[in-house]
Nanobody, 126 residues
Framework: QVQLVESGGGLVQAGGSLRLSCAASGQTIGTNVMGWFRQAPGKERDFVAG????????YYADFVKGRFTISRDNAKNTVYLQMNSLKPEDTAVYYC???????????????????WGQGTQVTVSS
C-alpha cells in the first residue's frame, strides 16, 4: 500500500513559481505511473501531468504545457511538479496520485489511479 503526501503549495502572485513535492511511503514507487491532478472549487478534478516509471515519458494537459514540469526521483521515492508562469486560473487543490504497480499506461483518467494524497492548496493572486 502506497501512502502519498503532497507539500509545497501556497499563495503566489501571477507569473510566479511553485514546486510541489509528493513523498511516497509504504513501498517504493519505482513501478508506479505517477500523476498530478487538480480540482478547483465547483469543478471536476482534472489531469495535469503524468510520468512513467523511469521518468522518460511525460504527458501534460494542454493548459499547462510549457509552464509545468513533472519529474521523479525514485531513489527518494518522490515526485515533483515544477509550476512556472502561474496564472490565477491555476488556483486549485493539487493532488498526487499513483497507478497500481506494474501498470505502464500514463492515464489521464482519475479513476484509473489507485493511490491518492490529501492534496495541497495552490492559490495564484492576480
Amino acid at each position: 500500500q502506497v501512502q502519498l503526501v503532497e507539500s509545497g503549495g501556497g499563495l503566489v502572485q501571477a507569473g510566479g513559481s511553485l514546486r510541489l513535492s509528493c513523498a511516497a511511503s509504504g513501498q517504493t514507487i519505482g513501478t508506479n505511473v505517477m500523476g498530478w491532478f487538480r480540482q478547483a472549487p465547483g469543478k471536476e478534478r482534472d489531469f495535469v501531468a503524468g510520468i512513467s516509471w523511469s521518468g522518460g515519458t511525460t504527458y501534460y494537459a494542454d493548459f499547462v504545457k510549457g509552464r509545468f514540469t513533472i519529474s521523479r526521483d525514485n531513489a527518494k521515492n518522490t515526485v515533483y511538479l515544477q509550476m512556472n508562469s502561474l496564472k490565477p486560473e491555476d488556483t486549485a487543490v493539487y493532488y498526487c496520485a499513483a497507478r497500481k504497480e506494474y501498470t505502464t499506461l500514463i492515464s489521464r483518467v482519475d479513476s484509473e489511479y489507485s493511490y491518492w494524497g490529501q492534496g495541497t492548496q495552490v492559490t495564484v493572486s492576480s
